[in-house]
């Protein structure tokens, strides 16, 4: 299957897939387009700057940047101390005996060697794996947080394995199932903290559960997953954090739907474009079929390639979901005018969205005169 | 998003340009309004670069601080600034027809701009002009997002309600790209539009601008400032001003643009009230805010939260009545959504026993949906409002005919006639919707937890001693156990 990827990439280089990757996924579950760019492990960003000449900026400010790392590391500072504090405030975390286990202190994960760096990554794993099955067996000597965990997820049948870093996994005493954690650098600006962020964050959590419960099934354990998630922001004006319990039905909802739909594998993806073909070229990424919607600007490099493609094609999605919904059932903008122009409807769906948007032109006509 | 709005968007793709979706404004624009234009350090919200105030006419002031980590710096900067933000607020105070209002240029904007006066409210007693200043305008927060208010508004959104664009909602979010669409068409709006969304609109730098030439300037700064070289300090700052001043600048004339589009439409009925309700509120919380020993409410907890929601749900239902019996494009949206039935009155029939009459009217709509059932209480869109009770509808080949009984009116002048097509919608106060709020509020009433009364000040011990030898007490030692 690895093979099937290469040959899928082409001249593109590889890309690791993490959550953030999967994320851009799970914004838009039904963009067939994205997510098998993201199976062939290829980089949304580089594969439109080298196979459509957009010039796209995938890089965060260094403002951004500096302060998510500054912020992550004040947080796992001291034995986690800021953060054990922040999940204590919120009730996450029992008030004494905290035991944390940091998997970034495994020796070599950071290492300039390949090889010693992929070793270093199983035993991770293997760290990660043996602290959820020793919580969920109720041994004492689980750890109530885990930093950065390792957790192996299968990014459909055949497709580019994913290891996904949660940020945090925490359990408060005797709980036998972790839940997710999501640190940001985003301010908690309480009512007024960005949507945006908020959501981000939540998408990213839920995605992490989904990985979480894989781990907990293959290692045997069959308790129900958490839905809720600890969403870590930076208090304004301080590296200290402030963590809200946020419900993430709908997000872990969004993620298993992401993963289950299709392509579901590789071969999938060879089926749609036909033997032989990569995607390092622009032909081929177009035979992909996309879904754009005016939310894939804020999140996918590859946006002004499907809106372009939406706009020749006349596609109501580029005028966004309200227009789909109004003509979509004929097909393009282009018909729908001509129906409201007064052009004879070819069936009775075309007849009765004529009507409703000849009764809208009236309304529209009296609105403006 | 209604239908006349998806229209308006098909038509102003195949046009090039937008086109307008009413005649009335449905909301009022302040003869001085308090331009904010925030700028902030990407990642560090809510802390700022940089501060543009303005009301419209040539006087923009800005604001910057160059190192926005620093409180101190921000502090200096929120002062700056709020010495412009203080002359506006006073003229709102002598004029009781000015309305207050605070302009942004994206709804990014607003939300930064009420962190920044929450800034000011809560800053440090050693600002007094600062909490004195953000105390009088921090009815702001709670008048956000509000139906029956536009004391915070951003101009994408407001344009929005006033043109429709050939791009989706999301796009419409850029204000240089919407006022592209403003534009007469020439056949390069696409062109046109990819060019303006290569420069933000709303509060961030762009990575790119912040990468190339902030973040190096910065760090000179930052290095000039550590090893006291004041001359390179000063001509950094100069650097840094420069690119900031030009940041505020492009958004300050994008604002113009915007609020001279919005200022073509007439006020409406709903935009006076919403005006009135903006005004009124304001001098209230004024003089509320200006007793110090006053508390002000931070955010929305339990029950001011609860009061606020049924506040928000009542304006809601008014301030929607308002708007479709007064702005033209929302009244068009109503009919096609058979908020409003349009209908023919076919026959009306007038019984009476003793002293009661009873009035019915058979009546014919055309209309494609229809918002009723038997049972709903609808009035007459007209000088008076006659109340009708739907009695009964059906559908026949011609259209949708109702049966409705005439309740409120009986012996008013006026009543529609036979062959007079009459527009009956929900009244402005609707029972229905008013018991349904009550009994949320209700619910969120009785699930809040109750807090102890507190009286006087509450004495705190911090015997940091103790629990220093109780964490010891508590630490385990090399062999699992923990100490004696």
């Not at chain 2, 990468?211 to 700064?221: D, M, Q, S, T």
């Not at chain 2, 935009?271 to 304001?282: E, N, Y």
């Not at chain 2, 003793?354 to 494609?368: G, M, R």
């Not at chain 2, 009708?388 to 008013?412: D, W």
């Amino acid at each position: 299957m690895h093979d099937v990827a290469k040959n899928l990439r082409g001249i593109l280089p590889h890309a690791n897939i993490d959550a953030r990757r999967l994320v851009l996924s799970a914004k838009n579950p039904s963009c067939v387009r994205l997510r098998a760019i993201l199976m062939s492990g290829i980089a949304p960003a580089t594969l439109v700057h080298e196979v459509f000449g957009f010039s796209v900026s995938a890089e965060q400010s260094g403002f951004a940047l500096r302060q998510g790392s500054s912020f992550e590391a004040q947080l796992y500072a001291n034995g986690a101390a800021r953060l054990i504090a922040s999940l204590q405030d919120a009730g996450l975390l029992g008030p004494s005996r905290v035991s944390v286990l940091n998997i970034n202190n495994i020796p070599g994960l950071n290492s300039s060697d390949a090889r010693i760096r992929r070793m270093a990554q199983r035993s991770a794993i293997k760290v990660t794996e043996q602290a959820i099955a020793a919580r969920a067996a109720g041994r004492a000597n689980a750890p109530n947080l885990i930093l950065q965990a390792n957790l192996r997820l299968s990014l459909g049948t055949g497709g580019e394995e994913v290891i996904l870093r949660p940020d945090v996994l925490y359990a408060r005493g005797n709980d036998p199932v972790y839940r997710v954690g999501e640190a940001k650098s985003f301010s908690d600006l309480a009512h007024l903290t960005d949507e945006q962020d908020v959501a981000t964050a939540a998408a990213q959590a839920g995605v992490y559960t989904v990985g979480l419960e894989e781990v907990m099934r293959s290692a045997g354990v069959h308790h129900t997953i958490l839905t809720e998630a600890a969403l870590i922001f930076r208090r304004p004006g301080s590296m200290n954090a402030v963590t809200t319990l946020q419900s993430i039905d709908r997000d872990i909802a969004t993620a298993r739907r992401m993963l289950a739909q299709r392509p579901r594998s590789l071969s999938d993806v060879v089926q749609i474009l036909g033997p032989g073909k990569a995607l390092d070229q622009a032909g081929n990424v177009l035979q992909l079929p996309s879904t754009f919607m005016g939310g894939c600007r804020s999140f996918c490099p590859l946006w002004q390639v499907c809106l372009n493609e939406a706009r020749a094609a006349s596609s109501p999605r580029a005028l966004g979901t309200s227009v789909e919904e109004l003509v979509g059932a004929v097909g393009s903008v282009r018909r729908a005018r001509e129906l409201m122009h007064g052009a004879p409807p070819g069936n009775p769906v075309e007849a009765d969205i004529q009507r409703r948007l000849q009764e809208g032109m009236t309304e529209l006509q009296r609105a403006v005169a | 998003m209604n239908d006349i709005k998806s229209i308006a968007r098909m038509l102003a793709d195949e046009a090039g340009t937008a086109q307008p979706i009413t005649r009335e404004r449905p909301f009022p624009v302040s003869d001085m309004p308090m331009m904010v234009i925030p700028i902030e350090l990407a990642g560090e919200s809510p802390s700022l670069f940089a501060l543009g105030v303005a009301t419209g006419a040539n006087d923009l002031q800005i604001a910057i601080c160059h190192e926005p980590r620093n409180r101190t710096g921000q502090y200096d900067m929120l002062e700056r600034a709020a010495g412009f933000m203080q002359s506006i607020v006073a003229a709102w105070d002598a004029d009781p027809l000015l309305l207050p209002q605070i302009v942004t240029p994206s709804l990014g904007a607003s939300r930064l701009a009420l962190a920044v006066i929450d800034r000011m409210t809560f800053a440090p007693p050693s600002r007094q002009a600062l909490k004195d200043l953000g105390r009088r305008i921090y009815v702001a927060d709670s008048s956000f997002e509000r139906a029956d208010s536009s004391l915070v508004f951003d101009l994408p959104t407001a344009l929005g309600r006033l043109y429709a664009t050939g791009q989706d909602d999301h796009a419409d979010q850029h204000l240089g790209v919407v006022l592209e669409w403003l534009k007469p068409a020439d056949g390069r709006i696409h062109h046109r539009v990819r060019e303006a969304e290569a420069y933000p609109a709303s509060t961030a730098t762009s990575p790119e601008l912040d990468n190339e030439e902030l973040v190096p300037r910065l760090e000179a700064y930052r290095t000039a400032r550590r090893i006291h070289d004041a001359a390179e300090a000063a001509r950094l700052e100069d650097e840094i001003d420069a690119i900031l001043v030009e940041e505020v600048k492009r958004r300050h004339e994008l604002m113009i643009q915007a609020l001279a589009a919005i200022r073509v439409f007439p006020d409406s009925t709903v935009a006076r009230t919403i005006q009135a309700a903006d005004r009124g509120r304001f001098d209230r919380y004024r003089t509320y805010a200006s007793n110090p020993a006053n508390n002000i409410s931070r955010g929305l907890a339990h029950l001011y939260g609860t009061a606020q929601f049924l506040e928000r749900e009542f304006a809601e239902d008014l301030v929607g009545g308002l708007a479709m019996r007064s702005v033209s494009g929302e009244r068009s949206a109503a009919r096609l959504r058979g908020e409003i039935v349009v209908a023919e009155v076919l026959n009306r029939t007038i019984t009476q026993n003793k002293k009661a009459i009873t009035v019915i009217y058979e009546l014919l709509s055309t209309q494609d949906r229809l918002s009723i059932r038997p049972g709903d209480k609808l009035v007459l869109l007209g000088p008076y409002e006659f109340g009708f009770k739907i009695r009964s509808y059906g559908q026949t080949q011609a259209g949708t005919r109702i049966e409705a009984e005439l309740t409120a009116g009986k012996t008013k002048p006026g009543q529609p006639a036979i062959g007079d097509t009459i527009e009956i919608a929900t009244p402005m106060t609707d029972n229905f919707r008013i018991h349904r709020t009550m009994d949320i509020a209700w619910n969120r009433f009785r699930s809040n937890r109750v807090l102890p009364q507190v009286s006087g000040p509450v004495p705190v011990q911090h015997d940091l001693l103790s629990i220093v030898q109780r964490a010891r007490r508590l630490q385990p030692t090399a062999r699992g156990r923990t100490r004696p």
